[in-house]
């Protein structure tokens, strides 16, 4: 995969991230996290730096699924308001890009988020692929606006 754009691989990675269901993808991402995290220090090339969908079950080398899910739901917690703002904000500057993209569908939705989230997170395109995918199964399941209007009380609590 490694001769794609960045766009490919997020399209080839997210035709296979969405048949996983919501925990399956945390578990992803945890361990995609926790690899990338002992990576960085010894290993020449980054997991996560291409967009490859599921990974193998290496859940005994980075952590019991049960750990992987909770480091994948703090990662996502750290970047919850960037998140909501990016996708529900009317004002962010960003955010008609993505409703457009919405009503291209699934895999629309998904490119543009992707490409979002490495180009303004500067994510990589590993983690990126799963967050996205994380996003889109929840707004095509549940509708963009009810998304947003449970993810908007999530902050009127705090």
Not at 114 to 143: D, E, M, Q
Request: glycine share 8%; proline share 4%.
């Amino acid at each position: 995969m490694s001769s794609q754009t960045v766009n490919g691989q997020i399209e080839q990675s997210l035709s296979d991230l969405l048949n996983l269901n919501e925990t399956e993808l945390y578990q992803e991402l945890g361990r995609l996290l926790v690899t990338t995290e002992k990576q960085v220090g010894n290993a020449p090339v980054l997991t996560a730096a291409q967009a490859a969908g599921p990974s193998l079950d290496t859940a005994q080398l980075a952590g019991p699924e049960d750990f992987l899910e909770r480091v994948a739901r703090r990662f996502i917690k750290r970047f919850n308001r960037q998140l909501y703002n990016l996708i529900c904000d009317p004002n962010d500057p960003d955010n008609p890009t993505i409703r457009t993209a919405l009503e291209g569908g699934t895999q629309s939705l998904g490119l543009v988020l992707g490409g979002f989230l490495v180009a303004s997170f500067g994510w990589l395109p590993g983690i990126a692929a799963v967050v996205t995918a994380i996003l889109v199964k929840r707004i095509i399941k549940g509708g963009h606006e009810a998304v947003c209007e449970v993810w908007a009380e999530q902050f009127e609590e705090k």
